[in-house]
């Protein structure tokens, strides 16, 4: 793993998976920071049952079997690792951004803010290197 910072928040990020884990409250700060309201673009997270067949991961902190979670809106096609005694959450490849996609009561002005900040995301945590 490797700790990088983006907008003032420090992100664990897997050069090997291309994952990225948030501590608790990093998705919100994420939000925040982009000028957007954390209280009207939230993340709005809900378990995934039977919807996926996804092994379980590890919390990165405390090791526990962390719990499937989907965010509303996607109709489970982003299935997310969130941890209840840590409170963070896992993100593999490109996950954040669909799930920043998915983003609750957000319009006008503020989805522009959200495609710029996944744009950003998805271009910093592709694992692509630039080849110029």
């Known amino acids: 793993m490797v700790v990088f910072e983006f907008r003032e928040i420090e992100l664990d990020y ?3 998976c291309l994952g990225v884990w948030f501590d608790d409250g990093e998705v919100e700060l994420l939000i925040e920071s982009a000028g957007l309201d954390p ?13 996926t067949s996804e092994a379980p991961r590890p919390c990165p902190l405390c090791r526990k079997k962390m719990e499937k979670v989907t965010p509303a809106g996607t109709e489970g096609r982003v ?10 959450i896992w993100f593999d490849s490109k996950e954040i951004v669909e799930a920043l996609r998915s983003l ?3 319009s006008g ?18 694992g692509e290197k630039d080849r110029s």
């Not at 939230?42 to 039977?50: C, T, V, Y």
């Not at 941890?83 to 963070?88: S, V």
Request: proline residues 2%; contains cysteine.
């Open 104 to 106: 609750s009561e957000v």
């Open 109 to 126: 002005e503020q989805k522009e803010t959200v495609r710029i900040l996944t744009e950003f995301l998805n271009d910093t945590l592709s």
């Open 79 to 88: 299935i997310l690792d969130r941890c209840h005694k840590a409170g963070g």
């Open 14 to 16: 897997c050069d090997e």
């Open 39 to 51: 209280r009207e673009a939230k993340l709005d997270l809900e378990p995934a049952g039977e919807r």
